[in-house]
T-cell receptor, first 112, second 109 residues
Framework: NAGVMQNPRHLVRRRGQEARLRCSPM?????VYWYRQLPEEGLKFMVY????????ESGMPKERFSAEFPKEGPSILRIQQVVRGDSAAYFC??????????FGPGTRLTVT | KNEVEQSPQNLTAQEGEFITINCSYS?????LHWLQQHPGGGIVSLFM???GKKKHGRLIATINIQEKHSSLHITASHPRDSAVYIC???????????FGTGTSLTVIP
């Protein structure tokens, strides 16, 4: 049973471009969480999704950020018009139930 | 003030020592997680607790719900235990997770 997969592992974008981060949950998991870890800071919750539904996006910036978890395919975290402050490691975690979480390896976004 | 506080922030131990990392939280929770993050950045979930105590190999995690406190213990520490250990709580009023800033552990041979 493959673990949570994230791609790309490293992503470089120029200011103003779009970044798309993908998360494939473990087989059978219908809950996905996205977290951001800024340099020298702790993890911060961004959004919690179930298939085709955003359950809680209270941790996501109101502008430029969006997330989806379609019926088929991976969950996508999209950042439009990236700025230097978006440079961070973005982790997703998947869960078969309400409490357990299995983390992906993360995507390290660098905005130049 | 952070919802989750960890101590110590940094910890250096000799191989074989018994290690304790503490976590205090100020919100009502439905579960508490201990996570391990290695220098490469990958995160592994070590424990999920809602009460009592759990043990896995040399790792032991305890939680006291009344005191809003949890501890992670490592017995017979080894250099491969060197990592950042993170405490995370899920609030009981929704889906939010709050994370401590982590304890950076270095075990010296």
């Amino acid at each position: 049973n493959a673990g949570v997969m994230q791609n790309p592992r490293h992503l470089v974008r120029r200011r103003g471009q779009e970044a798309r981060l993908r998360c494939s949950p473990m087989k059978g998991h219908s809950h996905v969480y996205w977290y951001r870890q800024l340099p020298e800071e702790g993890l911060k919750f961004m959004v919690y999704l179930q298939k085709e539904n955003i359950i809680d996006e209270s941790g996501m910036p109101k502008e430029r950020f969006s997330a989806e978890f379609p019926k088929e395919g991976p969950s996508i975290l999209r950042i439009q018009q990236v700025v230097r402050g978006d440079s961070a490691a973005y982790f997703c975690a998947s869960s078969p139930a309400l409490y357990e979480q299995y983390f992906g390896p993360g995507t390290r976004l660098t905005v130049t | 003030k952070n919802e989750v506080e960890q101590s110590p922030q940094n910890l250096t131990a000799q191989e074989g020592e018994f290690i304790t990392i503490n976590c205090s939280y100020s919100v009502g929770i439905s579960a508490l997680h201990w996570l391990q993050q290695h220098p490469g950045g990958g995160i592994v979930s070590l424990f999920m607790l809602s009460s009592g105590k759990k043990k896995h190999g040399r790792l032991i995690a305890t939680i006291n719900i009344q005191e809003k406190h949890s501890s992670l213990h490592i017995t017979a520490s080894h250099p491969r235990d060197s990592a950042v250990y993170i405490c995370a709580v899920r609030v009981n009023t929704g889906n939010q997770f709050y994370f401590g800033t982590g304890t950076s552990l270095t075990v010296i041979p």
